[in-house]
């Protein structure tokens, strides 16, 4: 199990307290703090109109992505890559996933500079799906 400093502890702490969401973890990517809240919570945590994620990124100073947790892989993984959309998701029985991104600039931005996107999804999408070995990022024909 990942262990969490004091400063993830507290800053869970206040994000759950100023949204009244529950976050199931926290990441840093790009220079973003990345939350990953609850099924159903994520309209929640980002308030009406972006007011509550605003607020939050004004109090900490910082960037927020919020992604909402899905016990269905192919929708967990669509909500880690949001706002870039699959055209389609499809697993095979091995623990390989593959993503078609619907351009090749979408593709691009999916996979990132040094394939890192996609390893950041990979390893946020395999706390929850262990089975899960690798995600691959392929053009839509």
Do not use: C, W
């Not at 759950?16 to 973003?32: A, D, G, S």
């Not at 609850?38 to 308030?47: C, L, M, R, Y």
């Not at 095979?92 to 078609?100: D, I, K, R």
């Amino acid at each position: 199990m990942e262990k969490l400093d004091n400063e993830k502890i507290q800053l869970i702490t206040e994000f759950e307290k100023l949204t009244r969401t529950h976050v199931k973890n926290i990441y840093e990517h790009q220079n973003k703090l990345i939350v990953l809240v609850d099924q159903g919570e994520a309209k929640t945590a980002v308030g009406q109109g972006g007011k509550t994620l605003v607020m939050l990124e004004q109090k900490f100073g910082r960037k927020f992505k919020i992604i909402e947790y899905n016990a269905d892989l192919h929708t967990f993984i669509q909500n880690v890559m949001l706002p870039l959309k699959a055209s389609k998701i499809e697993a095979s029985g091995e623990g390989e996933v593959t993503v078609y991104g619907p351009d090749e600039k979408t593709r691009g931005l999916m996979i990132g500079a040094k394939a890192q996107n996609l390893r950041f999804t990979e390893q946020v999408v395999q706390k929850y799906f262990p089975d899960l070995k690798e995600i691959k990022v392929v053009a839509d024909n």
